[in-house]
């Protein structure tokens, strides 16, 4: 469907890219406009519009499509620039129209490219044909290609590829693991290698990406205090690296940072009283402080990060590292307040995606003396 002509040689990602899966909620952007320009330049995010949440009161969607997407364009360039990024749309919202009958993935490529945004769409193997059709208009105008999100079942599928090369030639192959059991890291490894080996030519495709996750749906089960949850997804990857066969193409790195891909508001909240809690990327888990119901002690605050900042086994960076240490340290020492509960996801992500990018740095700086 979408021929070789219509590629440019955009966007090839660089050894030691990091691809960070991310919905477009405020902490995200947020967390996304406040990294330094040299971790910007180190990132290509996969961003998904996310499903419209729905209004408990009111018992009905709280938004149509149309007030859902109406500002992502603008909004995308305002937090993004003009810095490469694939778009995709949640599978709930992707057959939708906007008040004038505009298609939405039309809406938003059209959108994007108005704003002098650089967006490669980004495409689910199992898209709603209106989505397929409005992402071939979107790649006919800009000659960006696509990316093909599929999941970790697809690639045992005899048909995948051949679905594949029937939507692209020479594009982005994005595989999303999701929240798998990795462990233990080898007997994920192994097979997963025979997989990609026998999948076919994976440097037929411009991009390799493996995008997965190990944050919990929910963080109930987290004990309040100082606790760990270990980060798999990373440490599996180290694994996978060390049993790919020579020749065989190195999938570029990619997560969901620190939200669950699932995650929604799919509760009311007026019937749920969230903990305070601070989530902070360390070299093989997260580390976590949780307390009590946030709204009636944000205080508790400000103890979360004096103790991030002073205990060694969270192996704080320094305030100079992130946006994100930025504030902790600050808070830790009362000069900044105690936020909301979207600015403390916001920099959690920002410290996670600057974590990452230095983690990545070093690993290359491991393979290439090894």
């Known amino acids: 469907m979408f021929g070789p002509s219509l590629l440019k040689t955009l966007m090839p990602l660089s050894s030691g890219a990091y691809v960070s899966a991310l919905r477009w909620r405020q902490a995200e952007y947020q967390a996304l406009l406040r990294l330094s320009e040299s971790v910007k330049d180190r990132i290509v995010p996969l ?36 810095r490469p990024a694939w778009v995709a749309l949640d599978e709930t919202i992707e057959s939708g129209c906007m008040e004038d009958g505009k298609h939405v993935g039309d809406y938003v490529f059209d959108g ?31 000659g960006h290609g696509i990316a093909v999100i599929t999941q970790l079942e697809d690639l045992t599928r005899s048909d995948t590829r051949a679905r594949v090369l029937g939507l692209v030639h020479e594009a982005d192959f994005n595989i999303d ?14 097979p997963l290698v025979r997989t990609l080996r026998n999948f076919g030519n994976l440097d037929s495709f411009r991009n390799l990406v493996l995008i997965g996750t190990a944050i919990p749906e929910s963080m109930k089960l987290i004990a309040r205090g100082s606790d760990e949850i270990p980060r798999h997804d990373w440490l599996f990857y180290r694994v996978l690296l060390s049993k790919l066969p020579p020749g065989l193409r190195r999938p570029a790195y990619g997560d969901h940072t620190i939200v669950h891909p699932g995650f929604t508001a ?9 903990a305070g809690k601070v989530l902070y990327t360390m070299s093989k888990a997260w580390g976590t402080r949780k307390g009590g119901a946030f709204v009636a002690d944000r205080l508790q605050m400000h103890n979360h990060c004096s103790i991030i900042v ?25 000069e900044n307040g105690t936020g909301n509960q979207t600015r ?24 290439s003396t090894a």
Request: aromatic share 12%; hydrophobic share 40%.
């Open 344 to 367: 403390w996801k916001e920099v959690g992500i920002n410290h996670h995606i600057t974590t990452v990018v230095d983690d990545l740095a070093k690993l290359n700086a491991e393979t």
């Open 47 to 82: 961003i998904t519009i996310p499903p419209i949440e729905f209004d408990f009161e009111k018992e009905k969607l709280s938004k149509s499509v149309h007030e859902h997407v109406q500002h992502f364009p603008e909004r995308f360039f305002q937090k993004w620039d003009a």
């Open 266 to 274: 799919t509760m009311d909240m007026r019937m749920v009283r969230p």
């Open 177 to 190: 693991l999701g929240r798998p059991n990795y462990e233990p890291y080898i007997s994920f490894a192994i």
């Open 310 to 334: 002073t205990d060694p086994k969270f192996e704080f960076r320094g305030k100079g590292f992130s946006y994100g240490d930025e504030y902790i340290a600050g808070c830790a020492v009362r």
């Open 112 to 142: 994007l490219r108005n704003f002098g945004a650089i967006s490669i769409p980004a495409l689910r193997l199992s898209a709603h044909p209106s989505m397929t059709a409005a992402v071939a208009r979107a790649v006919a105008f800009d």
